[in-house]
């Protein structure tokens, strides 16, 4: 909704969201209460998206480029901190928990940060992203009131993020040549195979993301079960 239509409901807790059964195991989803509403710029919309590109790959050079556009500067390095909860230059995954080694680098980063910093920053941000962040810290508080895991949202915004570009329309991809390509012509073909190409390395990276985050779910599972198990035989053996 956001990422491709670019609609952003203000106030999307469980009241507002209805579930309308289509049939045959079919369903839709009914929002209601448009009193906080925002549709967004379609150029911010794509520009998001790209964002989020970035963030998927950690795209430094990129997030910092988008965050020149946006109007925040320096401060663009934390988008990463702020939207995946990884550093800039962090060697998690998407949807995994950062280093104890990055935790100490951050703290020690985000200490000499002041309120000043931070007023400049909210400031600075164009009134679009004020609306998303809003957004985002209430389907992070639902997401967490109903024991979702943290990286349920991470991916689901990743694909909706990949999912746009997919898309074969110029005005989703902002791409304005793309419009002016003959359909059929090289430039064309190459045009399609290279967007392609970028859609299919998101989708790997982001599917390589949500299996060593069910991966590391199993193995905590299994380690928790076998320490039960051996406290079970440490305790046999003690009352034997």
Not at 30 to 37: L, N, P
Not at 100 to 111: A, D, F, P
Not at 126 to 152: E, K, M, Q, W, Y
Not at 162 to 168: D, E, N, P, R, S
Request: glycine content about 8%; overall charge positive.
């Amino acid at each position: 909704m956001i990422f491709v239509h670019g609609f952003v409901h203000g106030d999307p807790h469980p009241g507002n969201i209805l579930v309308s059964p289509q049939g045959q195991g079919r369903f839709s989803l009914v929002f209601i209460d448009h009193g906080i509403y925002k549709e967004l710029d379609p150029k911010f919309r794509v520009d998001y998206c790209k964002l989020w590109k970035a963030l998927i790959l950690l795209d430094a050079q990129k997030i910092l480029e988008l965050g020149e556009q946006f109007g925040v500067g320096k401060y663009a390095k934390y988008f990463p901190l702020i939207f995946t909860g990884r550093t800039m230059d962090s060697k998690s995954a998407l949807g995994t928990q950062i280093s104890g080694e990055e935790k100490m680098r951050l703290k020690q980063e985000l200490s000499s940060l002041g309120m000043d910093d931070i007023s400049s920053f909210m400031e600075s941000l164009p009134p679009d992203f004020l609306v998303i962040l809003r957004t985002d810290g209430l389907l992070r508080s639902i997401l967490g009131n109903l024991g979702a895991p943290h990286h349920v949202r991470l991916l689901a915004y990743a694909k909706s993020a990949i999912y746009v570009f997919a898309k074969k329309k110029s005005a989703i991809y902002g791409l304005e040549e793309h419009s002016r390509l003959e359909s059929g012509s090289i430039n064309h073909i190459s045009l399609r195979v290279k967007t392609n190409i970028s859609y299919l390395h998101l989708r790997t990276r982001v599917g390589l993301a949500g299996l060593l985050v069910q991966f590391n779910d199993c193995k905590h599972k299994v380690m928790d079960k076998l320490r039960w198990m051996l406290r079970r035989i440490v305790w046999a053996g003690i009352e034997f």
